[in-house]
């Protein structure tokens, strides 16, 4: 058992050393049609076991072909999950320990790894010591425990009555920027808020949550009668990474009562650098924050921290023991904090990532994707092809082509996007922005290079030319 365990792993690890080095021969967004990989399965499962040779050589033949490479050095769309070797091993390890920290006794030292992972990442992004939390799977359930703990203590018992058919229960609801991630109404509809009572607040000019428009929001609603259950301020939202002004929303949230939540979970990294402090003021004024080391952490999907500074608030609405999960000995249990029972070992990949780069480690590369950025942000300015379409406050650059009589027209960039992501060697993606088509490139792979974030220009660029030649020199542009 143990030597073929070690010859498989031995193969495994050179099925992925091979598969790094192949990663730029393969196109970074996959080109299969729907159902193309399901063709190639069985339909049922082999009846009879099959060695790791096999099953290695369907992972070429079968799976590989219908990937997109979100570790491939073109892969600047989105925002970027990248994995490196410390988190991949974790997770290896991960696997074959495969305990679950369900309870602070089904694996004390998974529990107090992650509770000590959570503190070095408040550490890391210099929020004060009020705050502790868990490691989710998700933003999208960080932010929706957050939302439950909210509606908890809004309103006190809604855990046994529900929202339906309380007594005397308004309509509870929670506010957002029109650029706010809609995780957020996703969490309101899981939570019984329900999307009628998702209020987005309108944006400034760039694209950051009107604080006069969020109080005159709060004002009407609780004129009619409503509940406000949480705010949401977004630092690093999802199209163009504006960044609301999370202190004025924190001061309005403190004199109405109202949660605060801060949805970080793209940027929340770059709190760890001091010259984005201003970026982050006021943060520490929420209740509750959510970042994803597997965003901007090089960290491997799934690792999403919640941070809050009161727990209590969290094992009021959610914690639940039953008689056969008892016990006396038991200190902390993570699972009293969210809707899952079962727990990943998550806190081992982050501990493996803090240890193998260190903070600076960490810090230096958040600071060359911004320089990045920065450098191809410059490019577009140098050209009268492109445009800039949002300030660049991180690491993600959202801009258009610009159409020489019809501005920056949508099919024009639409027609750009998809020819510079049928080439093969990038894959970027693309937003509304004030109602306009807008394309993104967003820095935030560990495997990023210069060289890749300049192919994106040159595509862009040779393609912008293909489709004007093609066009308006033919008159139809
Ligand atoms: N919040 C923001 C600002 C995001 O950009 C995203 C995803 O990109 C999410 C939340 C949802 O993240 P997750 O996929 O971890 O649920």
Redesign the pocket.
């Known amino acids: 058992m143990t030597e073929e365990f070690l010859r498989s792993s031995a193969r495994v690890a050179e099925w992925i050393a091979s598969y790094r080095q192949r990663m730029e021969d393969f196109p970074v967004l996959a080109r299969v049609e729907p159902g193309e990989t399901a063709a190639r399965l069985p339909a049922s499962p082999p009846e009879a076991g099959e060695g790791i040779d096999e099953i290695l050589a369907d992972l070429d033949r079968i799976i590989v072909p219908g990937l997109t490479h979100w570790n491939h050095p073109g892969f600047l769309a989105?925002?970027s999950s990248s994995s490196t070797d410390p988190g991949v091993l974790a997770e290896f390890i991960s696997a074959a320990l495969n305990v679950n920290a369900m309870l602070w006794r089904t694996s004390p030292a998974a529990t107090e790894l992650e509770e000590r992972m959570v503190e070095w990442i408040r550490q890391f992004v210099r929020l004060p010591p009020a705050f502790q939390g868990v490691i989710q799977?998700?933003?999208?359930?960080?932010?929706f425990t957050a939302l439950v703990a909210a509606r908890e203590r809004a309103v006190p018992g809604v855990r046994h009555r529900g929202l339906v058919g309380g007594e005397g229960l308004e309509a509870c609801t929670l506010y957002l920027s029109d650029e706010?991630?809609s995780?957020?109404d996703k969490a309101a509809m899981a939570a019984g808020l329900g999307l009628d009572n998702v209020h987005r607040v309108g944006c400034d000019g760039y694209f950051r949550l009107d604080p006069a428009r969020l109080e005159k929001a709060l004002e009407e609603d609780l004129e009619r009668g409503c509940r406000p259950v949480m705010v949401c301020a977004?630092i690093?939202?999802?199209s163009s990474t504006s960044v609301d002004p999370v202190a004025q929303v924190a001061e309005i949230c403190r004199r109405y009562g109202v949660w605060l939540h801060v949805?970080?979970?793209?940027?929340g990294p770059a709190a760890s650098l001091t010259e984005k402090e201003a970026e982050f003021a006021g943060w520490e004024r929420a209740d509750s924050i959510?970042l994803?080391p597997?965003?901007w952490l090089v960290t491997p999907?799934?690792c999403?921290v919640l941070l809050y500074r009161d727990p209590e608030a969290f094992s009021a609405s959610l914690a639940l023991t039953p008689e056969y999960l008892q016990s006396h000995d038991d200190a902390g249990n993570l699972m009293d904090i969210g809707l899952a029972m079962g727990r990943r070992f998550r806190a081992l990949k982050l501990w493996f990532v803090f240890r193998s780069y260190g903070a600076q480690g960490l810090r230096r590369m958040l600071r060359r994707h911004m320089e990045l950025a920065d450098v191809f942000a410059g490019w577009l300015q140098e050209d009268e092809r492109f445009e800039l379409a949002a300030p660049v406050p991180f690491s993600t650059v959202c801009f258009r082509g610009n159409h020489p009589t019809r501005g920056t027209a949508d099919g024009l960039n639409r027609r750009l996007l998809d020819a510079v992501n049928s080439r093969g060697p990038v894959f970027l993606s693309a937003t509304e922005l004030a109602g306009r088509y807008t394309l993104r490139l967003a820095v935030g792979s560990a495997h990023v290079t210069e060289q890749a974030v300049r192919r994106a220009y040159d595509l862009l660029s040779e393609e912008y030319d293909k489709i004007r030649v093609q066009d308006w020199d033919a008159g139809q542009g």
Do not use: E, M, P, Q
């Open positions: 989105y925002f799977d998700t933003a999208s359930s960080s932010s706010a991630h995780s957020l977004t690093g939202t999802t949805d970080a979970a793209y940027a959510v994803n597997h965003k999907i799934d999403s």
